[in-house]
């Protein structure tokens, strides 16, 4: 079974332009969360969706971060524009979503360097 | 509300010497908790879980954590460390809908 494939691996941009990353989750996984985490620190959740409906996006800046998942199954989370201290890895995670515990499965991240 | 604390942000150990990475969390739920573990350039990988169910908990790669209630602890631990444990490993509690990471400790293993 394929795991949670993320693209791309690697992205350098210059501050002000625009990015995306693309997330496709573990087939019938309803359950698809985007984190961001900065250099010697953790994960942090940046939007959680069920199935295409966003139900987290507490953490998400709105002003320049927004992501899709429109029929529920891969999705991309795009900033525009950059600024520097967007460079970090950007995770993509999945999750069957029923029962407990809520067992999370991670692609490889991009890791964004924006110059 | 939810937190956790990773106590150590960096660990050293000698291979075939024990592995202690600590933990604690605070969390208004029943939490789950988790450890995960990174090695460079890869993805977050599930070492172990904890549901409520025994409170010693064993995982891959003879890795296992003991949930502590009264001292809210969920200390990682191994007897042995191989060379190939060195990564960053992360304590994670989950409840109520929201996932909190730990800051992470890196294990260091010497030859």
């Known amino acids: 079974e394929a795991g949670v494939v993320q693209s791309p691996r690697y992205k350098i941009i210059e501050k002000k332009q625009p990015v995306a990353f693309w997330c496709n989750p573990i087939s019938g996984h309803n359950t698809l969360y985007w984190y961001r985490q900065n250099l010697g620190q953790g994960p942090e959740l940046l939007i959680r969706y069920e199935n295409e409906e966003a139900v987290d996006d507490s953490q998400l800046p709105k002003d320049r971060f927004s992501a899709e998942r429109l029929k529920g199954v891969d999705s991309t989370l795009k900033i525009q524009p950059a600024e520097l201290g967007d460079s970090a890895v950007y995770l993509c995670?999945?999750?069957?979503?029923?029962?407990?515990?809520?067992?999370?499965?991670f692609g490889a991240g991009t890791r964004l360097s924006v110059l | 509300a939810q937190s956790v604390t990773q106590l150590d942000s960096h660990v050293s150990v000698s291979e075939g010497t024990p592995v202690l990475l600590r933990c604690n969390y605070s969390?208004?739920?029943?939490?789950?908790l988790f450890w995960y573990v990174q090695h460079p350039n890869k993805g977050l990988q599930l070492l172990l879980k904890y549901t409520s169910a025994a409170t010693l908990v064993k995982g891959i790669n003879g890795f296992e954590a003991e949930f502590k209630k009264s001292e809210t602890s969920f200390h990682l631990t191994k007897p042995s460390a191989h060379m190939s444990d060195a990564a960053e490993y992360f304590c994670?509690?989950?409840?109520?809908?929201?996932?909190?990471f730990g800051a992470g400790t890196r294990l260091f293993v010497k030859a």
């Open positions: 969390s208004s739920y029943s939490p789950s």
């Open positions: 995670a999945s999750s069957s979503g029923g029962g407990t515990p809520n067992i999370q499965y």
């Open positions: 994670v509690v989950s409840g109520g809908f929201k996932t909190i």
